[in-house]
């Protein structure tokens, strides 16, 4: 009997090989008959290594990383370590010494996560994401540093209305985005407008004006840039943190905490930096001294850089200091609208909404399995 279990048994077991086998060369054929046909995510076959659900989740997030890319780029061109002098580099210099050195490393990390992502999803047998066909806008058109305004681009950085809510929610101890909570903007009309945070022309760059200080509409661009520089990361800080309660394979569970721990990084960097943001008026566009105005409520002081405790998931239990929002529910399409909210796509074609509200929603779909 024990002998027919076990020659049972090894039949299975062959039956199971030959079956995986199979499985894994049919994968091989989807995920090559998906890379030219279709957007939807490959892995309902557990043996080409991940779900569907992870790979929805990495699908939306290498759209995220490849979009941060794309405006990262443009703001290390204008003004990273390698940009020439100019009003809007010491402009952003105003905010802080390294602030070109920071640019440019946020660059190389968002091309870093991109580059990842889409190589992972490629080994495990899921359609990496291009939006190559989406690089339709044009850019800043300043000819002062070569290849600028030839470039086309994902992303528009020059018709911005900048939330920065994310100021005052990382300072308040009682309320929490997930509870309901909404909060009051830091710089409330760099919200309401439409603002560039790069120099749109030459005129705006002023190429090789190292005076201080800088041109009062310069420096707005500048502080403009510092700000949305912060909003963006934070985004990428819910944005991970979320994700990472939806994915089912430990691999990418940790994909999804390496990569989010970066994001939290650069949103950290970036508040402490826009808290220097040169307090002015340019037309409609006001900033705020946020270190000097006292009587300064605690929602506003800049040198208040670590998040507050709050209320965390419910009133019973003791406040918490905390990444913040971090609720799962329409979280991809949350980060899309306010990324569209931002301004971020104006003059994008009605396909590229098509295409970033479906891989949204099927980001949403996923859930974490047993
Ligand atoms: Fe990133
Ligand atoms: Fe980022």
Redesign the pocket.
């Known amino acids: 009997m024990k002998q027919i279990e076990s020659t049972t048994q090894k039949r299975a077991n062959r039956r199971s090989f030959l079956k995986n086998g199979i499985a894994a060369a049919g994968a091989v054929t989807v995920g090559a008959g998906l890379l030219s046909n279709g957007l939807s995510a490959l892995g309902a076959d557990q043996n080409a290594g991940i779900s569907e659900g992870d790979a929805a989740v990495l699908q939306f997030l290498a759209t995220a990383e490849i979009l ?1 890319t794309d405006l990262w780029q443009q703001y290390t061109e204008l003004g990273g370590q390698n940009a020439p002098d100019s009003g809007y580099k010491t402009g952003l210099q105003q905010l802080d010494g390294d602030m070109p050195q920071y640019i440019s490393d ?1 660059t190389d ?2 091309m870093s996560h991109e580059l990842f992502i889409n190589a992972y999803l490629k080994s495990k047998g899921a359609k990496p994401v291009d939006l190559e066909p989406f690089r339709i806008l044009e850019g800043s058109q300043v000819t002062d540093i070569p290849g600028v305004a030839s470039r086309k681009r994902l992303t528009n950085l020059m018709q911005l209305s900048v939330d920065t809510s994310w100021w005052t929610r990382y300072r308040s101890d009682s309320q929490n985005p997930d509870l309901g909570d909404t909060f009051p903007n830091a710089v409330p009309t760099l919200a309401t407008g439409k603002f560039t945070a790069i120099p749109r022309n030459n005129a705006e760059l002023e190429i090789g004006n190292t005076i201080v200080p800088v041109d009062t509409h310069v420096q707005a661009i500048a502080n403009t840039a510092g700000f949305h520089f912060a909003f ?2 934070q985004g ?1 800080t819910s944005l991970y943190a979320a994700m990472a309660q939806k994915v089912t394979n430990l691999e990418v569970l940790r994909i999804v905490l390496s990569i989010g721990g970066t ?1 939290i990084m ?1 949103f950290q960097t970036w508040h402490d930096k826009a808290g220097n943001a040169v307090p002015l008026t340019d037309g409609a566009l006001v900033f705020p001294d946020l270190t000097n105005d006292i009587p300064q409520p605690e929602t506003l002081q800049s040198n208040l850089i670590m998040p507050e405790p709050t209320i965390f998931l419910s009133q019973k239990f003791p406040v918490c200091s905390i990444i913040r929002p971090t609720a799962t529910k329409g979280v991809a399409t949350g980060a899309a609208k306010a990324l569209t909210n931002d301004g971020l796509f104006i003059g994008q074609t009605p396909s590229f909404f098509e295409f970033l509200s479906d891989l949204a929603a099927e980001a949403d779909a996923a859930n974490r399995e047993a």
């Open positions: 941060e946020n990390d968002e963006i990361e990428g994001e650069h």
